[in-house]
């Protein structure tokens, strides 16, 4: 898996990405939103970039507890019955350091990658990030896959 | 017993006034007066003292309210200040235990705070009670300390001898989390350096030097050593910088014929070792003990101790205390594992892993396994976990002291 870079994330554009604002968790200050960004459809065998947005909106600076020198991030991916076809995190080891992360008024923090779907049918798509405390989840977002 | 203030005290005297008014024996062939008792506080021991003669003490025998006196014949007076209090636990006046007492209130009042304002400048007291349901004065001291230090006190300052109960306890402490500063430091603690928090892995003695172990990764810069200073538990606390960064071999590039795999730099432990500053207390062997494994609790409730040091073989069930998901537990899956870590070009050669609780802020952690009592086999620290943390990745305490040097470790 490659990391999405500059050049992916301006095609990304032509994907007509849509926002999904996720459901406040327990641990979330109200000020904290978590969005997932993808196309709502895609091709097979194409790489379909998925962007995790963290956005302070409020007025006052807000620390976060995440996990890793890199912010650790997964991304799950489940057909409609609800098997999961994909796991950014699946068979990954990952440092247990937390950081702490401070997000000015309106500073958003964006992380992605690609994933590449291999059939088509219609998927879910949701984004998650570790804290020290309950994960920050997106609300979950469709795709279709056409042949 | 807590001592309340004077406006309690007053507005306490009047409701027992009240309650003696309405328990003179009268009755009335009206309604019955409203339960304006059934919440009642439990009355001032002090205006007891001074309404019922020779009252030496109140409390609840199974939920019957007990006093002593030292004149028995006195129990009218006892019923008549207490009814209210009784009928609002459900027990007439009549059914209130009268016991016999052999000191009156006020003298084991003085005596106490007699006794109190002086014994804590002995070692080992850990406190002085008016015990009102032994109709005594309570002294605790901590195991081991002397009593008779303590009956000497008590002599001088004119308390009777057999009004005097001198008990062994175990000392009372601030209960404090993992991510909370302790002293000493014990593993298992939240550190801090930069922006980011860690756990402590062990403490150890190296070449004479008194120092930490935590994970290489838990450094300024992994592999080699930048001087990373670290506090316990938060930088912005005083008095919280504990120690500098003074071992973290570094990584090493793989090469044809070594156990390195090719473009990759390796290790086989994830650990560096931090020397203690002047003056900050610790324990030797010590790792943090919460109320139990696998319960998400991070109150610290005692301590375990290294007696001993191993490896752990596919089946064991093993241990962590950390900062993030407190003490956890789960058996090892796997042993000399090379594992390649998200993210970078690091193999960590030979680790173990275990299915257990894990979450950020856990690097670093003690991992050992159960010996008996608070006894542990010391086999590692933490490192790493899964994404859905739920199994834990350690390097074994050999690979710790091949990189970084014999240690003493309890």
Not at chain 2, 198 to 222: K, L
Not at chain 2, 312 to 332: C, E, F, S, Y
Not at chain 2, 340 to 345: D, F, H, L, M
């Given at each position: 898996m490659k990391r999405w870079g500059g050049a992916a994330l301006c095609g990304a554009a032509l994907l007509i990405p849509r926002t999904v604002i996720a459901t406040p968790s327990p641990q979330r200050p109200d000020s904290l939103t978590f969005t997932l960004v993808a196309p709502d459809s895609a091709r097979a065998g194409h790489p379909i970039p998925i962007v995790l947005r963290l956005t302070n909106t409020g007025d006052r600076p807000l620390d976060l507890y995440l996990t890793g020198r890199t912010i650790t991030f997964d991304i799950v991916v489940t057909r409609v019955d609800g098997e999961i076809v994909w796991r950014r995190l699946a068979h990954v080891t990952s440092q247990q350091i937390l950081q702490v992360k401070t997000l000015a008024p309106g500073e958003m923090l964006e992380v992605k990658d690609r994933w590449t779907a291999t059939a088509p049918g219609d998927y879910t798509l949701m984004g998650v990030i570790p804290t020290d405390r309950e994960p920050l989840r997106t609300a979950p977002a469709r795709l279709r896959v056409a042949p | 017993?807590?001592?309340?203030?004077?406006?309690?005290?007053?507005?306490?005297?009047?409701?027992?006034?009240?309650?003696?008014?309405?328990?003179?024996?009268?009755?009335?062939?009206?309604?019955?007066?409203?339960?304006?008792?059934?919440?009642?506080?439990?009355?001032?021991?002090?205006?007891?003292?001074?309404?019922?003669?020779?009252?030496?003490?109140?409390?609840?025998?199974?939920?019957?309210?007990?006093?002593?006196?030292?004149?028995v014949t006195k129990r009218g007076a006892a019923e008549r200040a207490l009814g209210g209090f009784a009928q609002s636990r459900g027990v007439a006046p009549a059914e209130i235990r009268v016991l016999q007492g052999k000191y009156a209130y006020g003298d084991l009042d003085r005596w106490t705070q007699a006794v109190s304002y002086e014994a804590f400048e002995q070692g080992g007291v850990v406190f002085v009670d008016l015990d009102e349901a032994a109709n005594r004065v309570l002294v605790a001291v901590e195991r081991g300390a002397s009593h008779a230090n303590i009956r000497s006190l008590a002599a001088r300052l004119g308390v009777p001898a057999e009004a005097l109960v001198v008990r062994e306890t175990d000392p009372i402490v601030y209960a404090s989390t993992l991510q909370e500063q302790v002293r000493p430091v014990v593993a298992g603690l939240q550190?801090?350096?930069?922006?980011?928090?860690?756990?402590?892995?062990?403490?150890?003695?190296?070449?004479?030097?008194?120092?930490?172990?935590?994970?290489?990764?838990?450094?300024?810069?992994?592999?080699g050593v930048e001087g990373t200073q670290y506090f316990q538990s938060l930088s912005s606390q005083p008095n919280s910088f504990i120690g500098t960064e003074v071992a973290d071999p570094a990584y090493v590039r793989g090469r044809k014929g070594s156990a390195c795999p090719k473009s990759r730099r390796c290790r086989f432990s994830d650990a560096s070792r931090a020397a203690?500053?002047?003056?900050?207390?610790?324990?030797?062997?010590?790792?943090?003990?919460?109320?139990?494994?696998?319960?998400?609790?991070?109150?610290?409730?005692?301590?375990?101790?290294?007696?001993?040091?191993?490896?752990?073989?596919?089946?064991?069930?093993?241990?962590?205390?950390?900062?993030?998901?407190?003490?956890?537990?789960?058996?090892?899956?796997?042993?000399?594992?090379?594992?390649?870590?998200?993210?970078?070009?690091?193999?960590?050669?030979?680790?173990?892993?275990?299915?257990?609780?894990?979450?950020?802020?856990?690097?670093?952690?003690?991992?050992?396994?159960?010996?008996?009592?608070?006894?542990?086999?010391?086999?590692?620290?933490?490192?790493?976990?899964?994404?859905?943390?739920?199994?834990?990745?350690?390097?074994?305490?050999?690979?710790?002291?091949?990189?970084?040097?014999?240690?003493?470790?309890?």
């Open positions: - | 017993m807590s001592r309340p203030s004077t406006a309690i005290r007053v507005a306490a005297a009047a409701a027992l006034v009240a309650v003696a008014a309405c328990s003179d024996g009268t009755r009335s062939t009206g309604p019955e007066p409203a339960p304006v008792l059934r919440t009642v506080q439990a009355p001032d021991l002090g205006v007891l003292a001074r309404t019922v003669p020779g009252f030496g003490g109140l409390f609840l025998d199974h939920g019957v309210p007990t006093v002593y006196l030292t004149d550190i801090h350096f930069g922006n980011f928090l860690c756990s402590i892995g062990f403490n150890a003695v190296s070449g004479g030097q008194n120092s930490f172990v935590t994970a290489s990764h838990c450094t300024n810069v992994q592999g203690y500053a002047a003056g900050v207390p610790f324990t030797l062997g010590g790792i943090a003990e919460t109320s139990g494994p696998n319960n998400g609790s991070l109150t610290i409730t005692g301590t375990f101790s290294v007696t001993s040091e191993g490896n752990a073989v596919v089946g064991d069930v093993v241990n962590k205390v950390g900062r993030t998901t407190g003490w956890t537990q789960g058996v090892v899956t796997n042993t000399c594992v090379n594992t390649g870590v998200s993210g970078s070009n690091i193999v960590q050669l030979c680790q173990t892993f275990v299915d257990a609780g894990v979450g950020g802020g856990d690097s670093g952690s003690d991992v050992f396994g159960l010996t008996g009592g608070s006894s542990v086999r010391l086999l590692g620290i933490l490192w790493g976990g899964n994404g859905a943390g739920t199994q834990f990745v350690y390097s074994p305490i050999t690979n710790i002291e091949q990189e970084l040097g014999p240690l003493t470790t309890f």
